[in-house]
């Protein structure tokens, strides 16, 4: 394991004092940016069937997919006996009430399952969700984890994401606001972005109140608006190629706040889903192996430059 920075598996090692693993889940939710709600036509980059384990399909029950994601784990975590339950495709809160009790109580439920993750849109959340969360925090692990992707009024227009930085920011103080673990993700990569802007973000980010962040960089899908736009103008985008990532992500980490969990470097989508091939289909695990190892050879770690300073 790693101490330069903080991982989940650390972290959930000093919580539970065992290897805790996700079970990804989806429970058959849309999006307001895709049912007509804000829009149809999605977030510019976004194939969401792309990030989506072959056992999930929400014709099964939540009990059926916990049972056959911990059979789908079994081999290659054979130390993990206990879960959590990860509702990651779509917006996770965007139903009733009503709804949302019923298939998280289902999922905790499980015997192997000591809490929830929860993928959302900041706008897919309301003082009467979060209290609920906040209630059952008090007995699971809980985890609401906000699309952020740009703290930039500016490429959340272009990206058609339908809400703005402000929106992100209240949910995610509404949220820690309750004692609620609040986590985020960040894209990196976004057209019209520099890499000045997005190392700024890192300090936009260390100071709300978050636990823990996931770091994605672009990834063109095919049958985007993105990739088409990419393929139109490449220059207006900043591809990065693996070296230089691993030093843009070390990069970022020495300036992200020390206590916060840096739960993934980069996103991983199966290459067939890719447009444009990227990265010789390098694992998640293997950048981690260059990227821990980066920081060894510019001998720092996380938070070694963080500035405190309060944008919050
Ligand atoms: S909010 Fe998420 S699911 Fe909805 S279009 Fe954007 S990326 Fe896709």
Redesign the pocket.
Known sequence: MNDRFNTSAGYFRKRFGQRIQKVTIDAGFT?P??DGVLGKG??SY?D?NSFNPSYCVPQKTITQQINEGIEFHAGRYRHAEKFVAYFQA??NTYAPLNHLKKIYSEALEHPAVVGLVIGT?PDCVDSEKLDYLAELSEKYYIAVEY?VESCYDKTLRRIN?GHDFWCSRKAIKETASRGIRTGIHLMFGLPGETKQEMLDEIDIISSLPINSVKFHQLQLLKNTVMTAEYLKNPSDFHIFNVPEYIDFITDAVEKLRPDIVVERIAGEVPPRYLAVPAWCSLRNDQLLVLFGKNLEKRNTRQGQLYRGINNG
């Open positions: 999006c940016n895709r999605g977030c976004c969401n779509y917006s849109r699309g994401r």
